[in-house]
């Protein structure tokens, strides 16, 4: 279980003197189920609030508001000691103000595998899918963790996740993270009968570091900065045709002004972790 609040604030406006805020508000659980030697069950449930102001002030008030709830549903086999795969459903309601319609419904899957090559390193492969709302995404993955001393470890999920952590004690964790996320929300449009979506392109590098101060319970602080932070909005009939990792294919979409430009980010985490 972990919650957490992000921030990236005084981001500026092109040809304006205001700057725009961007706050999140997050929690998600999941509850690990053992069946057997060889199966592992996993339930899941997200819920996220976002909102991005324009003021010198960080309130929510005729702000930008949009939110996620998500169902997870997750099966893990183990085919054997070297190798195990990670089938995942994922059900989110990505819309303004929880507006729960088919329309504001995304089906995603993940299908994660690991094969352990020697004690201290494993390959990770696989692929992930979302119908978002600019259309089909597909994510093929593929990385490895690499663990070449009790107090190093360096983990790669090509293109989303790259991560390197010095442990110097067994209750504190220090490092370096690079985090790509590609995501798009309904929100209330400005004209009734014109719906919209935001597509989010938000990655960032941070550092970091992670304490446990209680049993389990773990305080993770992070701050970064965004690179290639893409945020704009389009009418919800303007699509592409597919999107694999950062290539669009058939985006003919007319480009609007930004929302939001790169800048500082901030990460407060609260985590529990489920001894196993």
Not at 115 to 133: D, P, R
């Amino acid at each position: 279980m972990n919650m957490y609040w992000r921030s990236s604030p005084f981001n500026k406006i092109e040809n304006s003197a205001s700057q725009r805020h961007l706050n999140t508000f997050s929690t998600d659980a999941k509850l690990p189920l053992v069946l057997n030697d060889s199966n592992l069950l996993i339930i899941g449930l997200g819920y996220q609030k976002n909102s991005i102001t324009e003021s010198e002030s960080f309130s929510t008030r005729n702000g930008l508001n949009y939110y996620s709830s998500m169902l997870q549903l997750g099966w893990e086999h183990k085919w054997n000691e070297k190798s195990k795969m990670l089938f995942m459903g994922m059900t989110r309601l990505n819309s303004y103000e929880n507006k729960l319609t088919v329309d504001n419904l995304q089906q995603a899957w993940l299908a994660l595998g690991t094969t352990k090559k020697t004690e201290h390193f494993e390959w990770k492969y696989g692929v992930y899918y979302n119908a978002e709302f600019f259309g089909p995404m597909f994510v093929p993955l593929f990385g490895f963790k690499w663990t070449p001393s009790p107090k190093w470890m360096l983990t790669l999920v090509a293109p989303v996740n790259i991560e390197l952590v010095y442990k110097p004690k067994d209750n504190l964790r220090l490092g370096l993270k690079y985090e790509g996320l590609n995501s798009s929300y309904s929100i209330k449009p400005e004209d009734p009968l014109n719906d919209v979506y935001l597509d989010k392109a938000d990655n960032n590098v941070w550092l970091f570091t992670e304490l446990e101060c209680a049993k389990h319970i773990w305080v993770h602080f992070k701050v970064g900065h965004s690179i290639l932070r893409e945020y704009a909005i389009y009418s919800a009939d303007d699509k592409m045709d597919l999107k694999i990792s950062a290539a669009s294919i058939g985006d003919d979409r007319a480009k609007t002004a930004p929302l939001l430009e790169n800048g500082l980010s901030l990460e407060l985490r609260l985590i529990y972790r489920l001894p196993l």
